[in-house]
Structure formats: structure tokens, C-alpha cells
């Protein structure tokens, strides 16, 4: 699928929750590879461009739900396969050293479709609660434009996450609050929609508050736009879709 100003190039993204008995739930942060043309250097949450694999993929097995809704939450959980080395909505005989042969495969560029048949495995389309979708307008600093479905899943337990050091070059649990002190401190960097969401995130004791909290919300595309306010330019989003922090001034915001 070609890619312009209008339409931008589909993607997926998910954001892998482990609770915590003894404080906020973790999130499961990569870092960007230094070389990769997107968010270079970047802490973001695993995630990729939809291909036409994952599309057929949808087609056969996405029931009642949109194709391309499909076919996002597909390309979500095979993205964490590759990146992160988890297998999130798989089901069957699920296992670490089931899910390292699915990422093996893929990284030998075999289809998901395919692998799942070979190893007897499935996919669990609910297990991922969609959450937001960015659309970021084409502004010149842009190198990309992705049209980015969020995603919201939980950790899968007995499995260890491990960094792929090809796209990525290191991983890391946090809490949303902790990644953006991280940040702040300069031990990081984070684009204008990571931070968003890393926002929208924080404060929430589980995994359970957070699938509440994205019910409440329509999933509508968020497409920033530049506002003057108080005599500087601002980078706006809307305010009715539960972020609780709606502009940056630009000078301040990092884009990719």
C-alpha cells in the first residue's frame, strides 16, 4: 500500500502491560535503532507498518471484524513477536520457545499465516483493546507519515521479553510516569505521540483501568494541528479524547 499526505502508510502499535502488586503497571518500552529512517534513537512502544501479508492474513481469519481493523491488530502482534520477542494474542500450545520459533520465521521473512499453520498455533483478536489512532498531518520536519492504530494488551506471562538489536537496540519495563521522568531528565527521547499517550497512561493502578479507560473514549484519528496560542505555535490535539495534556508549544515538541 503507497503511502501519501493524505493517507499515510498504515501501522500498528501496541502497548504490552504487566501489573504490579507493589506499584503502577509496567509498560513495555523499545528504544529505536540509531540508523532506522522513523523515530531514530527514539523510546517508543513495539509496533510497525501493516503489509499485505497481514492482510491476508485478516481476510481469512478477522471474523466480523473491518479488514483493515483486522489487519492492524495482526500486524500489532506479529511486530511484538519480531521487536520484543512476546507473543501477545496467540493461542494453542503458546511457550517461550514457541513464540522465539514464530519470531525466527519471521525474521527469515516467512509470513505469520504461515508459521501459525506450520506450528499449530492461533490467533486471539480480542486479547488486543484498541485504544487510539494517530494520524499526524504532513508537516516538513515529518520524514514519515503513519497512520497508527494503538493497541492496548496484556503481558503474557512466562515469557521474557528479549530486544531483536536489529530495529531495536534495547528494552525496558517502566511505568508511564517513570519513562517520562526518565525523559525529562534527558535519559531519553520520546515523540510528540508517545508522550501523549505516555500521559494518557500514567496513573492508572492495572491493566483492567486501563481497558476501562479506552471504552470510555472513542477511537477517532488524532491529527495534530499548529495553533497560535498566547503568541507561540502550539502543537494541538483534540481535547474529548481522554489525553489530559492537549498542546506543546513546538519549539518543544519532537516529531520523527
Same mark, same amino acid.
Given at each position: 500500500?503507497?503511502?501519501?499526505?493524505?493517507?499515510?502508510?498504515?501501522?500498528?502499535?501496541?502497548?504490552?502491560?504487566?501489573?504490579?502488586?507493589?506499584?503502577?503497571?509496567?509498560?513495555?518500552?523499545?528504544?529505536?535503532?540509531?540508523?532506522?529512517?522513523?523515530?531514530?534513537?527514539? /523510546?517508543?512502544?513495539? #509496533?510497525?507498518?501493516? =503489509?499485505?501479508?497481514?492482510?491476508?492474513?485478516? *481476510? !481469512?481469519?478477522?471474523? &466480523?471484524?473491518?479488514?483493515?481493523?483486522?489487519?492492524?491488530?495482526?500486524?500489532?502482534?506479529?511486530?511484538?513477536?519480531?521487536?520484543?520477542?512476546?507473543?501477545?494474542?496467540?493461542?494453542?500450545?503458546?511457550?517461550?520457545?514457541?513464540?522465539?520459533?514464530?519470531?525466527?520465521?519471521?525474521?527469515?521473512?516467512?509470513?505469520?499465516?504461515?508459521? /501459525?499453520?506450520?506450528? #499449530?498455533?492461533?490467533? =486471539?483478536?480480542?486479547?488486543?483493546?484498541?485504544? *487510539? !489512532?494517530?494520524?499526524? &498531518?504532513?508537516?516538513?520536519?515529518?520524514?514519515?507519515?503513519?497512520?497508527?492504530?494503538?493497541?492496548?494488551?496484556?503481558?503474557?506471562?512466562?515469557?521474557?521479553?528479549?530486544?531483536?538489536?536489529?530495529?531495536?537496540?534495547?528494552?525496558?519495563?517502566?511505568?508511564?510516569?517513570?519513562?517520562?521522568?526518565?525523559?525529562?531528565?534527558?535519559?531519553?527521547?520520546?515523540?510528540?505521540?508517545?508522550?501523549?499517550?505516555?500521559?494518557?497512561?500514567?496513573?492508572? *493502578?492495572?491493566?483492567?483501568?486501563?481497558?476501562?479507560?479506552?471504552?470510555?473514549?472513542?477511537?477517532?484519528?488524532?491529527?495534530?494541528?499548529?495553533?497560535?496560542?498566547?503568541?507561540?505555535?502550539?502543537?494541538?490535539?483534540?481535547?474529548?479524547?481522554?489525553?489530559?495534556?492537549?498542546?506543546?508549544?513546538?519549539?518543544?515538541?519532537?516529531?520523527?
Amino acid at each position: 500500500m503507497t503511502e501519501d499526505a493524505d493517507t499515510g502508510r498504515p501501522a500498528a502499535t501496541v502497548v504490552v502491560v504487566r501489573d504490579r502488586a507493589d506499584g503502577l503497571p509496567e509498560l513495555l518500552m523499545v528504544e529505536r535503532a540509531s540508523t532506522m529512517a522513523f523515530a531514530a534513537g527514539a /523510546l517508543v512502544f513495539p #509496533g510497525g507498518a501493516v =503489509d499485505p501479508a497481514d492482510h491476508a492474513l485478516a *481476510a !481469512r481469519i478477522g471474523g &466480523a471484524l473491518d479488514q483493515d481493523e483486522a489487519a492492524g491488530r495482526i500486524a500489532a502482534i506479529r511486530e511484538t513477536i519480531e521487536e520484543a520477542g512476546l507473543g501477545i494474542g496467540l493461542t494453542g500450545a503458546v511457550d517461550a520457545a514457541s513464540v522465539l520459533r514464530l519470531r525466527d520465521g519471521l525474521h527469515d521473512g516467512r509470513p505469520l499465516g504461515d508459521l /501459525l499453520d506450520r506450528h #499449530g498455533l492461533g490467533l =486471539d483478536m480480542e486479547a488486543l483493546t484498541p485504544f *487510539a !489512532r494517530w494520524h499526524p &498531518a504532513p508537516f516538513e520536519q515529518a520524514k514519515r507519515v503513519f497512520d497508527t492504530r494503538f493497541y492496548l494488551a496484556r503481558a503474557p506471562q512466562r515469557q521474557v521479553a528479549s530486544v531483536d538489536t536489529t530495529e531495536n537496540v534495547r528494552l525496558f519495563w517502566s511505568s508511564a510516569a517513570d519513562t517520562l521522568a526518565r525523559c525529562d531528565a534527558g535519559e531519553g527521547r520520546i515523540i510528540f505521540p508517545t508522550r501523549r499517550n505516555l500521559e494518557r497512561l500514567a496513573g492508572f *493502578a492495572s491493566y483492567a483501568d486501563l481497558v476501562a479507560h479506552a471504552a470510555a473514549f472513542p477511537v477517532e484519528k488524532v491529527r495534530p494541528w499548529r495553533e497560535e496560542r498566547n503568541g507561540e505555535t502550539h502543537l494541538c490535539i483534540p481535547d474529548h479524547l481522554g489525553y489530559p495534556v492537549t498542546s506543546e508549544p513546538m519549539g518543544q515538541a519532537l516529531r520523527a
